[in-house]
């Protein structure tokens, strides 16, 4: 089992895409995996042939470096390993210790005995209701899952479409979004078809959203957040950005956020206390010369952090571009680790939300802050004019700032949501 990413400690075994026989070339992709992150697909980098699969499509927390298939030589003979087992390899150990959030759950030693457990430590064992529902090996949360398209996924939740109860008509029986479109509910679904059952599902966690749920629980237990609100001036910004997408004869389309990432690398620029890191481990705060800004892009899957590297040297049009297809990769689980692990600021911008005035937002450790930006309302402000103080409607958004108090004082958050105000207000600053 490989690691595909720096904290993964075990996957679990998706479609493998090779069978027993088969040649390897550089680049074939040999197996899905699913790890901590994401789904992702397993290239191999040798030549040679597929000897024997060890561990099938479903298998479940296979700790990384546990064999999991037998490679030989190309023009090798496969026969010798039909009767080849995982006990031929050398067994499989253990997956290493979770993250400290998740220590609660194997905190008491099988060796003690569940007699003397407390209820409700017996009821959180995650593996009791799994093995009774699937009767047979244990599936990954991609086979419990019907094979459907990501814009068939996206368009399931939208319109709240049980994706389980849809017939795939694509290859394979995958799920399009015409399935999507042209699903009907079962004449039997109502209301008297669910009072048999309980009023409830339990839905297994997938790999991903434990990584979330264990790193934002770190992020609140460890890091003492502290929060700066402001609202800030858009009208000028507005006007730039539809003067700019006017005279780019299809080049490019800038979006708001866009603006938002640029001024973030500005401000990181101006405060780099703020573009810093919290390094416990060896007693030190790391503060980076680059701003890399990550943006949080929501998927079918859970919340991704596609990183737009160097931002500070970055043009408008190479950030909406960027921003774009990682975007895209992300909802498509298509990104590869180094393009989500790494950066040094967030962006959490929910301002396509027009119901969200604002928000806050919980900062990805190990960076030290993390942008929540609200939807645009127009505000009457007062104006002094010749004829006295008039009113008029100004397009404002208001910005929440997260900081992490051990690397940013009070003082330097406020600081730093001053110079990312300024420069929205003075939009022009950000072509400079």
């Known amino acids: ?97 979770p993250p400290k959030e998740e220590a609660s759950e194997s905190s008491e030693p099988p060796e003690t005995g569940s007699k003397t457990a407390p209820p409700p430590q017996q ?19 991609l086979e419990r899952e019907p094979s459907a398209s990501p814009m068939a996924k996206s368009l399931a939740l939208e319109r709240g479409v049980p994706i389980n109860e849809v017939k795939g ?56 957040h502290y929060f700066v609100t402001a609202s800030v ?3 000028k910004l507005l006007k730039l950005r539809q003067a700019l997408n006017a005279s780019a004869d299809g080049r490019y389309k800038l979006s708001v ?16 206390a703020v573009n ?40 408008l049009q190479s950030i909406s571009a960027q921003v774009k297809d990682l975007g895209k990769r992300a909802r498509d689980s298509k990104l590869k680790p180094e393009e989500y692990q790494g950066g040094t600021f967030t962006i959490s911008n929910m301002g396509m939300n027009s119901a969200v005035e604002r928000f806050t ?6 960076q030290a802050g993390i942008l929540a930006v609200g939807t645009t309302k127009k505000v009457a402000v007062p104006v002094e004019g010749e004829e006295g103080t008039n009113l008029e409607w100004d397009d404002q958004i208001v910005v929440t700032g997260s900081f992490d108090h051990k690397v940013v004082d009070g003082a330097v958050g406020g600081d730093w949501i001053r110079e990312f105000k300024n420069v929205i207000e003075n939009p022009l600053e950000l072509l400079l």
């Open 361 to 366: 937002a919980i900062i990805n450790p190990p």
């Open 233 to 235: 001036s858009v009208s």
């Open 257 to 272: 956020n866009d603006f938002l990432i640029k001024a973030c690398g500005v401000a990181c620029r101006k405060v780099p």
């Open 123 to 141: 009821e959180s064992k995650p593996s009791s209701t799994e093995s009774e529902s699937s009767g047979g090996r244990l599936e990954t949360s």
């Open 1 to 97: 089992m490989p690691a595909l990413s720096p904290t993964m400690t075990a996957g679990n075994i998706g479609t493998w895409q090779k069978k027993a026989g088969d040649t390897i070339a550089p680049g074939d992709v040999l197996v899905e995996i699913e790890t901590d992150k994401a789904q992702m697909d397993f290239e191999f980098q040798e030549e040679g042939v597929l000897a024997k699969i060890l561990k099938d499509a479903g298998e479940k927390d296979v700790a990384v470096g546990n064999p999991i298939a037998v490679m030989i030589e190309e023009g090798g003979d496969v026969t010798p390993f039909e009767s080849f087992t995982l006990d031929d390899a050398g067994g499989e150990k253990k997956p290493a210790a």
């Open 276 to 315: 810093s890191s919290w390094r416990g481990e060896e007693g030190t705060i790391r503060e980076h010369k680059n701003v890399d800004v990550s943006v949080a892009v929501a998927t079918p899957n859970g919340l991704m952090t596609p990183v737009v590297k160097g931002v500070e040297g970055l043009g």
């Open 169 to 224: 008509t694509g290859p394979r029986g995958r799920i399009t979004k015409d399935d999507i479109e042209k699903y009907q509910p079962s004449a039997g679904a109502g209301p008297s078809s669910t009072t048999a059952g309980p009023a409830f599902e339990d839905i297994p966690a997938s790999s991903m959203r434990k990584t979330i749920a264990n790193r934002l629980t770190q992020s609140v237990n460890q890091n003492p």
